[in-house]
């Protein structure tokens, strides 16, 4: 009887109805992905860097064409609408989701042209992975004049994941999301041509802290479905709103999905993987975990806190200030004391991290507006400023220690001037787009009654002022080391890395009003839920 | 009267809880000894100890596709891999207990019973509802539900676990295999290769020693000292000065191999055709 009835429900499942156009930015980059696994299976070596670049390039081009198409569909935000929840509930199509979405793509096709830079005859990835460092069939990869051309459909993988990240509409859409833009990153990291010891042990120290990390999503998302029986963002927050017996359960799911989320974002007190893996991985690969990264994750913590948790502000708030301040203020400070330029960008990466949360913090529109706006003026400075550390090297590879950036002004007075106005982006001078946004986002956290917040994060930038004013004078006011490093000319690719982060910088602080309008107008009606 | 306790007790009969209490105890154990146990196969055992009880747990509960998963995937697939890796490293191999940063395993034992306390009392307070709703997705229709929620409610992410996959392919392979850069040398250039060099004999073997026998221990010369040919010249750039050296009174360690070079295919002759 049982079996007949289970037959009966079976026949009965009714198609799951997929909304194939909005998702297709998704579709798209994800099949980029899988073209470029085709073409390692079935085109010559020699051709196959071109095949990639087409298709990756392309691939992020047709993206976000579809995802202005996206949002210009009328219907979407229709009758004062947020957006729509597509794929059975499985992802959110709204405002801020799709500036995001287009953040990352744009993100994503600068790092790409990092990533393809080999003007120089040389990729910045390994010639063979499997090949122990130092061995002798690593020496001959190397004199092939090889490298592993696989990264491209990787990092179309982890672009696709990290575009799906914050889009997530349930909590477990959003660990499939988080595994897939994690799980080519991992890899990535581990692909330097150069130094490869310190690149496999990046690789691994992210891997090891990585899996440790979404172990404890995890156990939160089991709290959060014993807490409302569902996994579901809306019902979850529908949940938090009834139901008060099991308070507990929420409390230590709101806990541990945070540190999830906030361990991908690089927030004190889980930072201690961020400047080991900046510093080992390809800085091609740094500029994008960096950037796009740094965005997916902030999209998808403010989704859960917006949506999910955003009748309990009350209680994850102070939380949220204890991380905010320390972020600020350990980032800022430990960052003076590091002598290596990627690691000094990695702590001032986690220093940003810091002042974005004091938005974040504010949970209200304007908070989330400004969020997006730093975010993405954030990710375009960073990606240049990674990209004129690809340009400084020496016979050993990329010269990353601080003492060989010393003269530098002097010997090519162009690359350091570029370096030093990303610089004072960083620091928040007016005139940069760091201004505009640091602007942006403490505004909106003193909107947002955060007001003590707001006066540690200026004394936090001001720290931070001063160790990036130091490099500026190190480049410009001190003798150039005898031995040091030799400047590049930058090829296409990075120059145009170079040109647009430059580009952006001054622009959007110049005129920032567009860009923050368009992200207020996509912040306006929150997430869909 | 925990909340474990009412999730086996809501569901079924009395058979049940006893079910539930033995095996909560197996597992626990096994748990604990998996986390102490130096020596990682008995942790691998203890392993598939954990995973057998909660899956028979699973199937008590009313979850058969759950219990049926954690047997083929964990305990057949994942527990043989860690045991293939453990037969890579070395059976006996045991972890260094030695702390390389100070007062690292008292904070972290600290820091771990702190969470476990937390959350135990967390779900400890938590009034969880019955596990089984009546007329449910437990028991015979389990299977059928699911499959229902994934192909429906699910099958977007469902779906994207391929990139997943894709993934995890791609990168298996490249960080496992290598492509020749040039032609496989055959038996007759290895010959040829052999008698034109300067050992057509095999080259020495590693030494054997009452105290240790290994592939990184080098043979001694009859004049005492170590022998760079009895070892494999990636060993011994890896160990580089740090060699053993078996037994006091043996002087001179190794001098590393091609030091500061990054090892020219000129390093050595080639050691596969002297060791077949």
């Known amino acids: 009887m049982t079996s007949l009835s289970g037959a009966l429900a079976a026949a009965t499942i009714t198609p799951p109805h997929i909304e194939y156009g909005q998702l297709s930015p998704l579709l798209v980059v994800f099949g980029a992905a899988v073209a470029g696994v085709l073409v390692e299976a079935f085109v010559p070596r020699e051709r196959r860097r071109a095949f990639h670049l087409v298709i990756a390039l392309g691939g992020l081009v047709a993206a976000f064409a579809l995802i202005i198409s996206v949002a210009a569909t009328p219907s979407l935000f229709a009758h004062g609408s947020p957006g729509h929840v597509v794929a059975m509930g499985a992802v959110g199509v709204d405002g801020p989701t799709l500036f995001i979405q287009g953040t990352i793509v744009v993100l994503a096709f600068v790092s790409v042209l990092l990533i393809a830079e080999s003007s120089h005859g040389v990729s910045p990835f390994a010639a063979q992975a499997a090949a122990v460092p130092g061995s002798a069939e690593e020496r001959e990869g190397l004199l092939r004049g090889i490298s592993h051309t696989e990264v491209y459909p990787l990092t179309l993988f982890?672009?696709?994941?990290?575009?799906?990240?914050?889009?997530?509409?349930?909590?477990?859409?959003?660990?499939?999301?988080?595994?897939?833009?994690?799980?080519?990153?991992?890899?990535?990291?581990?692909?330097?041509?150069?130094?490869?010891?310190?690149?496999?042990?990046?690789?691994?120290?992210?891997?090891?802290?990585?899996?440790?990390s979404s172990a404890f999503f995890l156990f939160g998302v089991a709290m959060l479905y014993g807490y409302s029986g569902s996994v579901s963002l809306s019902a979850i927050a529908a949940a938090a709103a009834t139901n008060v017996s099991s308070a507990t359960l929420l409390y230590a799911g709101i806990a541990l999905v945070g540190i999830g989320l906030l361990f991908k974002i690089g927030a004190v007190p889980f930072q201690s993987w961020k400047p080991d893996v900046y510093q080992g991985a390809p800085t091609a690969v740094t500029a994008l975990m960096a950037s796009c990264t740094v965005v997916s994750a902030f999209g998808g913590l403010l989704r859960v806190f917006y949506v999910a948790f955003g009748q309990l502000t009350w209680d994850w708030r102070p939380a949220m200030w204890g991380v905010a301040i320390l972020t600020m203020l350990a980032g800022a400070i430990i960052a003076i004391t590091q002598t290596d330029v990627k690691r000094m960008l990695a702590y001032s990466s986690i220093a940003h991290g810091g002042f974005v949360l004091t938005a974040v913090v504010a949970a209200t529109a304007a908070g989330l507006s400004a969020s997006l706006f730093y975010l993405a003026v954030y990710g375009l400075t960073t990606i240049g400023a990674f990209a004129v550390v690809t340009l400084v090297r020496d016979p050993a590879g990329e010269a990353n220690h601080l003492s060989k950036w010393a003269g530098l002004g002097k010997r090519s007075p162009w690359l350091a001037g570029v370096f030093a106005f990303f610089l004072l982006a960083f620091a928040g001078i007016p005139l940069t787009s760091g201004f505009a946004g640091k602007f942006a986002v403490f505004q909106a956290a003193a909107a947002g009654g955060a007001l003590p917040l707001v006066i540690i994060g200026v004394l936090a930038s001001a720290v931070a002022a001063f160790f990036y004013v130091r490099v500026i004078v190190l480049m410009f006011f001190s003798d150039p080391a005898p031995d040091g490093p030799t400047v590049v000319t930058p090829g296409l690719f990075t120059g145009a890395a170079v040109a647009v982060g430059a580009a952006a910088t001054l622009v959007f602080g110049i005129a920032p009003e567009p860009l923050l309008a368009l992200a207020s107008h996509a912040a306006a009606h929150l997430f869909v839920r | 009267?925990?909340?474990?306790?009412?999730?086996?007790?809501?569901?079924?009969?009395?058979?049940?809880?006893?079910?539930?209490?033995?095996?909560?105890?197996?597992?626990?154990?096994?748990?604990?000894?998996?986390?102490?146990?130096?020596?990682?196969?008995?942790?691998?055992?203890?392993?598939?100890?954990?995973?057998?009880?909660?899956?028979?747990?699973?199937?008590?509960?009313?979850?058969?596709?759950?219990?049926?998963?954690?047997?083929?995937?964990?305990?057949?697939?994942?527990?043989?891999?860690?045991?293939?890796?453990?037969?890579?490293?070395?059976?006996?191999?045991?972890?260094?207990?030695?702390?390389?940063?100070?007062?690292?395993?008292l904070a972290a034992g600290l820091a771990g019973i702190g969470l476990l306390v937390l959350l135990a009392l967390v779900v400890g307070h938590?009034?969880?509802?019955?596990?089984?709703?009546?007329?449910?997705?437990?028991?015979?229709?389990?299977?059928?539900?699911?499959?229902?929620?994934?192909?429906?409610?699910?099958?977007?992410?469902?779906?994207?676990?391929?990139?997943?996959?894709?993934?995890?392919?791609?990168?298996?392979?490249?960080?496992?295999?290598?492509?020749?850069?040039?032609?496989?040398?055959?038996?007759?250039?290895?010959?040829?290769?052999?008698?034109?060099?300067?050992?057509?004999?095999?080259?020495?073997?590693?030494?054997?020693?009452?105290?240790?026998?290994?592939?990184?221990?080098?043979?001694?010369?009859?004049?005492?000292?170590?022998?760079?040919?009895?070892?494999?010249?990636?060993?011994?750039?890896r160990r580089g000065s740090a060699i053993r050296v078996p037994g006091p009174g043996v002087p001179a360690p190794l001098p590393p191999g091609e030091p500061g070079k990054d090892g020219g295919p000129d390093a050595e002759p080639d050691r596969e055709g002297a060791h077949p």
């Open chain 2, 1 to 105: 009267m925990n909340a474990a306790h009412v999730l086996a007790a809501s569901t079924v009969g009395a058979g049940a809880v006893v079910a539930f209490w033995i095996l909560a105890v197996i597992s626990v154990a096994a748990a604990l000894g998996l986390v102490l146990a130096p020596r990682a196969v008995h942790g691998a055992v203890l392993l598939a100890v954990v995973m057998l009880s909660l899956a028979v747990l699973y199937g008590v509960a009313g979850a058969p596709f759950l219990a049926f998963v954690q047997i083929i995937v964990y305990t057949g697939a994942v527990l043989m891999l860690f045991l293939f890796v453990l037969m890579i490293v070395g059976v006996s191999a045991a972890d260094s207990m030695r702390e390389t940063i100070r007062g690292q395993r």
């Open chain 1, 158 to 212: 982890a672009v696709g994941g990290m575009m799906l990240f914050p889009a997530a509409n349930d909590l477990l859409t959003m660990f499939v999301a988080l595994e897939v833009l994690s799980l080519p990153l991992y890899l990535l990291c581990g692909l330097a041509r150069r130094r490869r010891l310190i690149s496999q042990e990046a690789a691994m120290k992210y891997f090891l802290l990585g899996a440790f």
């Open chain 2, 126 to 237: 938590a009034a969880i509802g019955p596990a089984a709703p009546a007329g449910s997705n437990y028991g015979v229709l389990n299977v059928q539900r699911l499959a229902q929620l994934i192909f429906t409610r699910y099958v977007f992410p469902f779906e994207l676990t391929s990139a997943l996959l894709i993934t995890a392919a791609l990168g298996a392979m490249v960080l496992a295999h290598r492509e020749r850069t040039s032609p496989k040398p055959s038996q007759r250039d290895l010959a040829r290769q052999r008698v034109r060099g300067d050992h057509p004999a095999p080259l020495p073997g590693p030494g054997v020693y009452a105290r240790g026998d290994a592939a990184d221990m080098p043979a001694l010369l009859p004049d005492g000292t170590p022998s760079p040919l009895s070892l494999n010249p990636v060993m011994a750039r």
